[in-house]
């Protein structure tokens, strides 16, 4: 009896060792090895999007722009610093009373598909140094710093996700609000844009511990960054070593991540290329601005709606369907991308001025986006009726001024095998070629307003 107690204590002893270790196995966390690819396979999915939505959005929605009756001139999200809040103020009479109720990643993410977009950039932190995650770095953040208390970051992120979206957050450099950050603060927060003389000596400390931090924290805890959009790089404090190590960590955290050139220090002013040398970052940043020629080189232009980047109603300067479409066409002829940016309100919802362009630029990629998503830059000087882009087996032309005699005249060099409109695929378009060059016969009018395509495939 003895020896069967012990064999049953010895049995049921096992049993629960094994127990134990399948139970320690299913609780190890998945490891899932990411495969680093090459810089042109990173690059692929960036470079046949080519229309993204960029988003600003803070605590700086609450005044929009506008303080005691002052406007500030330029961008709305430049308040604390245009409107000369202190600290204090600024923590008081905005980022406390940041609630918006009636934020929707759901809703914003579909807004994005219907007009065509293929990935969004938030703004995750701008000048004014608000967070709009559950950081542990600071408390200066929606969980702790406003009534809100939910993490926006993460719900943008997973809309992404379910949406077929890709995320990419923007992060700024500059941070009115840490001490080691920039010198001299209230009233000069920006002073160190305009003064290179004007420099923080502990700002190496904010680096290694503050904006390090973050930009790490955003990059293991939100999944799959598409992009990293930096800004704010003009300050002095910011070197050319500092960029290359934050865009080697970048890398190091997730290998197949895009990082604009505002990383570094290399680029040119609004124009947003790269001086010469050798700088980090992935692609060119013009800003409010499109190249007069193509670049040879990967490029996004980002630009506001209207005349500012964060929300400010009194801002009623807004660019027309027509000019948004056409922008779009023309960045992508010349091989660029297209960031076209959003200003939410206080509440969270879209101005209805930014919501109806949307459609309107949904509406014609819907029909013509063919032309866009993966069309690489026109092989062809513009010519005067609008642009060109072009894919291995096609040509698109992009007829904004449509021809009165009804005939479009395109590049002698173009072999052509038969052309259509995408507005009216099956119906083929006669093609004539004589002693003044090639010219394709149009119908009477033209299918849409601001820019209609003719798809001309080529001569195999």
């Known amino acids: ?40 396979e990173r690059m692929e999915w960036w470079r046949d999007a080519r229309f993204g939505m960029f988003i600003h959005w803070g605590a700086y929605a609450i005044p929009g722009g506008e303080r005691n009756g002052e406007i500030c001139g330029g961008g709305a999200e430049w308040a604390m610093d245009k409107l000369d809040y202190t ?14 109720t009636e934020f929707d990643a759901d809703a914003w993410v579909a807004m994005a598909k219907d007009a065509g977009m293929k990935y969004i950039v938030l703004t995750t932190k701008h000048h004014d140094g608000f967070c709009l995650w559950d950081s542990k770095v600071t408390d200066y953040d929606i969980m702790e710093a406003s009534p ?7 719900e943008l992120s997973e809309a992404c996700k379910k ?6 957050f923007y992060h700024s450099i500059v941070d009115w609000h840490h001490p080691q950050a920039q010198a001299p603060l209230y009233p000069n927060y920006n002073a160190g844009q305009k003064d290179q003389t004007v420099v923080n000596p502990e700002f190496p400390k904010y680096y290694e511990n503050y904006l390090k931090p973050m930009v790490k924290e955003l990059l293991t805890n939100y999944g799959d960054i598409g992009v990293v959009w930096f800004d704010g790089d003009w300050i002095a ?17 997730q290998p197949n991540t895009i990082v604009n050139n505002r990383v570094d ?38 630009m506001t709606m209207n005349g500012s980047w964060g929300y400010k109603p009194s801002d009623e300067h807004w660019k027309s369907n027509e000019v948004l479409i056409q922008h779009l066409v023309d960045i992508v002829s010349k091989g660029g991308n297209f960031l076209l940016n959003i200003g939410p309100d206080a509440q969270g919802l879209f101005p209805p001025e930014s919501v109806e ?10 029909v013509n986006g063919e032309a ?16 060109y882009t072009r894919k291995e087996t096609a040509i698109f032309a992009h007829v904004f001024d449509w021809p009165e005699d009804g005939v479009l005249r395109v590049n002698s060099d173009v072999k052509i095998e038969s052309a259509s409109l995408l507005a009216s695929p099956d119906q083929k378009l006669e093609v004539k070629k004589d002693s003044t060059g090639i010219s394709i016969v149009l119908p009477e009018s033209a299918p849409d307003a601001y820019a209609s395509v003719v798809k001309i495939n080529l001569l195999k």
């Open 87 to 100: 600290i204090e103020d600024y923590e008081k009479e905005v980022t406390a009373k940041f609630n918006p």
């Open 357 to 366: 362009r949307l459609k309107a630029m949904g509406e014609w990629t819907k």
């Open 163 to 168: 949406g077929g979206i890709k995320f990419c």
């Open 1 to 40: 009896m003895k020896i069967q107690n012990q064999t049953l204590a010895s049995w049921i002893m096992q049993c629960m060792l094994v127990g134990i270790l399948l139970f320690s196995f299913s609780c190890k966390p998945k490891v899932t090895e990411v495969k680093k690819l090459s810089d042109d």
């Open 265 to 302: 220090k290399g680029r040119m002013g609004m124009e947003g290329m790269d001086k010469e040398g050798n700088f980090a970052g992935d692609f060119g940043t013009p800003e409010q601005e499109i190249p007069a020629t193509g670049i040879d080189s990967d490029w996004e232009a980002c």
């Open 148 to 154: 809100f208390k939910r993490d926006i970051v993460k």
């Open 237 to 253: 404090d910011y070197t050319t070593e500092m960029g290359k190590e934050l865009y080697k960590t970048i890398r190091e955290i």
């Open 372 to 387: 866009i998503y993966g069309a690489k830059a026109s092989p062809y000087d513009c010519p005067e009726w609008g642009r």
